[in-house]
């Protein structure tokens, strides 16, 4: 079966630090680029963070320096470390593979990230991170 798997989420205190995994079961992860999104009720679905196939890291600038994003192609994992966690960081966050480019779909409303973005291969089915004092 084809699939990725996030894990790694769970609920942590203000400035505290997470790292979500995204494993990748029946195809080779290392022939995508991956990408981790998050989306809170309510909200729009963002790209946080970008990993290519030889290992280029993009961020989101709202994410301010505080996440890190890395790849284990040998595990077919990939990575997002988020150190200093801010209320505003809560959410469910999504992992996905890509072979090309990624475009948004201007819809209404804030639809859930596989709709919104175009382009993607494997979506997970996201883990959540919550922010609590």
């Known amino acids: 079966e084809v699939e990725l798997v996030e894990s790694g989420g769970g609920s942590v205190q203000p400035g505290g630090s997470l790292t979500l995994s995204c494993v990748a079961s029946?195809?080779?992860?290392?022939?995508?680029?991956v990408d981790w999104f998050r989306q809170s009720p309510g909200k729009e679905c963002v790209s946080v963070a970008t990993i290519s196939r030889d290992g280029a890291p993009w961020y989101s600038y709202s994410m301010g320096g505080r996440f890190s994003i890395s790849r284990d192609n040998a595990k077919n994992t990939v990575y997002l470390q988020m150190n200093n966690l801010k209320n505003e960081d809560a959410s469910v966050y999504y992992c996905a593979a890509r072979s090309g480019m990624m475009s948004i779909k201007q819809l209404p409303g804030f639809p859930p990230c596989p709709d919104r973005y175009v382009g993607i291969r494997y979506w997970g089915k996201g883990t959540s991170v919550t922010i609590s004092s």
């Open positions: 029946g195809f080779a992860i290392d022939d995508f680029n």
